[in-house]
């Protein structure tokens, strides 16, 4: 089905073939083929539309893939989360700000007003959303695919992971300052500062986990 999607040239949105139509080009049972696009359909690969038919999904293109299998945090799980972001992020935003992409620059600014409004109303849960948009945008703004998703794979699919960190680490304004900090640096172009600020923000963040997670 992968190799149809390729070699057709379908772009995510396109309609691909009906389940039966598939089910005679392979020669198989319909309940078959539904199994396969099930399993397709876990990685994002195709779109399955009650009534409609199958499409050709958003991750159909993508290297690196979230497990969406991803079991409960624990407390070294958000240990070993931060120590990873801590290593491949702060050279991202480096390369960010070298190639600063317009959308993705746009997008950063809007996820800083979004969660300054969050932080006003109380709503955590969408804050720790938001504040891992921020992350994937700035990813983004390095012009590298690749980057992007391998940071989009330890932010999406740590998804309770980010809101725990938010619950534990507590000073959601000084966030939001040290967000906002990397931003100008990239928006500037200033690759050896928005390294510095995000290498500095991560560190600050897997210190204030270690000291609460030894310290409760």
């Not at 893939?65 to 079991?71: H, K, V």
């Not at 500037?188 to 510095?196: I, N, Q, T, V, Y």
């Amino acid at each position: 089905m992968l190799s149809l999607i390729a070699d057709r040239k379908l772009s995510v949105g396109d309609q691909f073939e009906s389940v039966r139509s598939l089910a005679e080009r392979f020669k198989v049972a319909v309940p078959t083929v539904r199994e396969a696009l099930r399993r397709l359909e876990a990685t994002g690969a195709v779109e399955l539309r009650h009534g409609s038919g199958v499409y050709v999904g958003p991750n159909v293109g993508r290297l690196v893939l979230a497990n969406p299998l991803a079991l409960a945090p624990s407390a070294d799980r958000l240990v070993e989360l931060l120590q990873a972001r801590a290593l491949i992020e702060p050279p991202v935003a480096a390369l960010a700000a070298a190639t600063r992409g317009a959308a993705a620059l746009e997008q950063m600014e809007q996820d800083l007003s979004t969660a300054a409004e969050l932080i006003a109303s109380g709503d955590h849960a969408r804050l720790a959303e938001v504040n891992m948009d921020f992350h994937r945008s700035l990813a983004q703004a390095s012009g590298n695919a690749t980057l992007a998703e391998v940071v989009e794979s330890v932010t999406v699919v740590n998804a309770r992971e980010q809101l725990e960190i938010l619950h534990i680490h507590g000073d959601r304004q000084a966030d939001l300052d040290e967000h906002r900090a990397i931003y100008d640096a990239v928006r500037s172009g200033d690759s050896d500062l928005a390294e510095l600020l995000t290498r500095e923000h991560l560190d600050g963040v897997l210190a204030v986990i270690n000291q609460r997670l030894q310290h409760p």
